[in-house]
Nanobody
């Protein structure tokens, strides 16, 4: 059974930092492209950052220079380091894995940034 379990969400003030983690099981982690998405109230889910099996990364324009995605294949874990957080970063953050036609989602973790 595939599981993606996010952790690290919290309530922080603007300008502070958080690190999200997503622990994966039931997949061949190193083969998967891993991503972080977020969904704010009343808005569509959007891509935040992704990292391929080869380690290439990509980011939404809104987070470039502030967020960093990384992965530890030995721990089957993907991270999202979020610096200089803004109130508009407030959302539920979801972990995503993809390998071919196989897509999986975590349950989400809430990040709230107060001004």
């Amino acid at each position: 059974q595939v599981q993606l379990v996010e952790s690290g969400g919290d309530l922080v003030q603007a300008g502070e930092s958080l690190r999200l983690s997503c622990a994966a099981s039931g997949i061949i982690f190193s083969f998967n492209t891993m991503g972080w998405y977020r969904q704010a109230p009343g808005k569509q889910r959007e891509l935040v950052a992704g990292i391929t099996s080869g380690g290439s990364t990509y980011y939404a324009d809104s987070v470039k220079g502030r967020f960093t995605i990384s992965r530890d294949n030995a721990k089957n874990t993907v991270y999202l380091q979020m610096n200089s957080l803004k109130p508009e970063d407030t959302a539920v953050y979801y972990c995503h894995s993809n390998y071919g036609l196989h897509d999986y989602w975590g349950q989400g973790t809430q990040v709230t940034v107060s001004s």
